[in-house]
């Protein structure tokens, strides 16, 4: 029996990135070290970072994909478009939780933030799945494949290379073997190299030997092989 071949998912790989940087950053918060202020500011260092990523993560998605949804059927992006502004309410309160905290390191104070940053968590949790389900089925029902890859290189235009930095920190260790093959091959050349002096300080040796022969590059000597 044939089947059809997968569909473009323009929200997968984003998701999945978004997915370990909010559950990583849920962990760092649940062990911050109250009584060493480098461990309490490079934990809320983080929780700003994540705040700002999932800002931005939610207005591409406003600016690029709910047109797309909308000219397809209205009202279509409507429930999820209410949800990004309910999030960025909860951003803002976490902000705000998280500079009390900075300013007056208590337990009490640090224990509600990570219980708030949990709640946030597990709302986006759900969130992205109505996105990957409901919405990639408007969006595979009226746009090919190529229209959708086009979507996605609108959304990348508008990041600058800090940002990108940022979502590739992420997103390699985030994808499985094959999609992380095909986003590094898939780079231009002058950016491959950098990228992959990132991938090696974030995979362990089986996943780098896993990339490499995925890539046609020679394994390190040493490394274990998988």
Not at 15 to 33: E, I, P
Not at 138 to 151: F, H, K, N, R
Not at 195 to 224: E, I
Request: charged residues 25%; proline residues 6%.
């Amino acid at each position: 029996m044939r089947t059809s071949p997968p569909r473009f998912d323009i929200y997968a790989p984003i998701h999945k990135a978004l997915r370990l940087f909010m559950t990583d950053t849920l962990q760092r918060l649940g062990r911050l070290d109250l009584n060493d202020p480098q461990d309490l500011a490079a934990g809320l260092g983080q929780l700003d970072t994540l705040l700002d990523a999932a800002s931005s993560h939610l207005q591409h998605e406003n600016d690029c994909i709910h047109p797309a949804l909308e000219a397809q059927q209205a009202g279509a992006s409507q429930r999820i478009a209410g949800e990004h502004r309910e999030h960025l309410d909860s951003i803002a309160t976490l902000r705000a939780h998280a500079a009390a905290l900075r300013a007056a390191p208590e337990a009490a104070a640090a224990h509600r933030l990570y219980r708030q940053l949990a709640a946030f968590i597990a709302e986006n949790f759900e969130h992205m799945d109505v996105e990957e389900t409901r919405h990639n089925q408007a969006l595979w029902a009226g746009y090919s494949d190529a229209e959708l890859q086009a979507i996605e290189h609108r959304i990348l235009a508008g990041i600058g290379p800090q940002e990108m930095s940022l979502w590739l920190r992420w997103l390699i260790p985030a994808l499985n073997p094959t999609e992380r093959a095909q986003l590094i091959a898939g780079l231009p050349p002058a950016a491959r190299e950098p990228v992959l002096d990132s991938a090696r300080a974030l995979l362990d040796d089986g996943a780098w030997a896993k990339l490499c022969r995925a890539l046609g590059r020679k394994v390190v000597p040493g490394l274990v092989e998988a």
